[in-house]
């Protein structure tokens, strides 16, 4: 039997086609493997939203070096972002590489290994289905256990911020039928799966691809059907929302609808009108501010969490601390930070690079402190309440407890009794302490008496790619 193994770096859209690539490989009979040596083919699937992306490539592709000399039908693949900017200049820049594929040509794989086995001299795909544009369809996870799955809503990105690659690395937005899309969540639910998180790089901005754009977004529509048509779903989340797309038909989806959580992740990425029209986001911090105050409205404890850049060209001080006052305002209780650095072919290059790197780091920390106050301002105040815990593995640093997700997408420790497996199980607990990310808890009703798991693998033999979504930030819009 052929072996595979996976190296994902990035978002979870990337940990989503990691995944497709792990079915599309299963299908050719592959099975996956952690070991290098076992391994007839390596991926990597890359990430190229930050800067030195190259150097993390270069230098894993450079670890397989002596094993790839050794081992010579070993096939190196790259994948992602990465292979869909540089594309066929990458078979030139890294020797080892055999097969460069872009994430619109991840079916198309089998094909380009087997001409690579066959003799063939290394090849890149990378090529956008903008015309007929392919979904691939998640396979129910039977022999994973898994309770959680994406599933793909749309791809691409309109928007222009002029910070982002995404638009060159993924192309334009294209849209998946909202059949397509229930049908998919409906085999994923009758595999044991309990809840969804609906993916795209903008996924607000869903319609149907027969709809016109001018018409705008349909996905409080969406997630309304989804949540009539699959009664059987406990959970759906979606990321990432732009803030352009936070309708009031979606915040009003989420006052109505229990299956969405009272929580949102929703990247803003400065609190400065000045800097935010650099960034042609769209919008302004008032906005902004207004949908956060209707989202915590619409249900109680509603929480939200988001994405910022500090250090954008031309970013100064009276900029940062309308930043800071956002986040304050906003009370968000996770904030996912990033210095700005200068991507190829993006608008902001011609703004130049011009906040010192010290002040970006200095900001950085100061935002993180403001951040973290009031992150574990609000884990400390669910100390004692009770939570619904979504339980996805054994923790890995202590194998009496389980790690989940609450509703809201607190991360929470549960001491389960040894041997019993609880994973895809909806729990109730109650949180009896905060660590400064997270919760530990205990159950509050008496386990149940199911026979016990010998074998029961730990979270690190989940596989690969999975394993590197229960850390992962989220897909930044
Ligand atoms: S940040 Fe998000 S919305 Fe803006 S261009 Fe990138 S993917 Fe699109």
Known sequence: MRRYLIQTFGC?????????????????????????ELADLILFNTCSIREKADHKLRSAVGTFRELKERKRDLVMVVAGCMAQ?????????????????????????????????????????????????????AHAPTDRHEACAYVTVMKGCDERCTFCIVPYTRGAERYRT???????????????VK??????????????????????????????RIAREVPKLARLRYTSPHP??????????????????AHVHLPVQSGSDRVLRRMLRRYR??????????????RPSFTLSTDIIVGFPGETEEDFQQTLSL??????????????????????????????????????????EVADAQQAAHLQSLVGSELEVLLEGRSKTDP??????????????VAVPPGLDMRGKLVKVRASSAYKRSLVAEAVEPWPRLPPVDAFPPVEAVQPARKQALRLPLVSS
């Open 400 to 413: 009496a407890r389980m790690t989940g997700r609450s509703q809201r997408h607190e991360i929470v420790h």
């Open 85 to 137: 900017q540089r594309g066929e200049a990458l078979l030139d820049e890294i020797d080892l590489v055999d097969v460069v594929i872009g994430p619109d040509n991840i079916a198309e794989l089998p094909e380009l290994v087997g001409h690579v086995r066959a003799g063939g001299p290394p090849v890149a795909r990378t090529v956008f289905d903008l015309d007929a544009p392919s979904f691939l369809q």
């Open 195 to 224: 809840e969804v998180t609906l993916l795209g790089q903008t996924v607000n901005s869903w319609h149907e691809p027969h709809e016109s754009a001018e018409g705008g977004s349909r996905f409080a529509w969406l997630v309304e």
């Open 327 to 368: 986040v304050r305002e906003a009370g968000f209780v996770s904030v996912f930070a990033f210095k700005y650095s200068p991507r190829p072919h993006t608008p902001a290059l011609r703004l130049g690079d011009d906040v010192p790197e010290e002040l970006k780091s200095e900001r950085l920390e100061r935002l993180f």
């Open 285 to 298: 911090r008032q906005d902004f501010l207004e949908r956060a105050a209707k989202l915590r409205a619409a």
């Open 12 to 36: 979870q859209m990337n940990v989503h086609d990691s995944l497709r690539i792990e079915e599309v490989l299963s299908a050719q009979g592959y099975a996956a493997t952690d070991a290098p």
């Open 244 to 261: 352009r797309h936070m309708t009031d038909a979606l915040i009003a989806a989420h006052a109505e609808l229990a299956v969405l959580p």
């Open 178 to 192: 909202s059949s397509e899309i229930i049908a998919e969540i409906d085999r994923l639910c009758d595999a044991g």
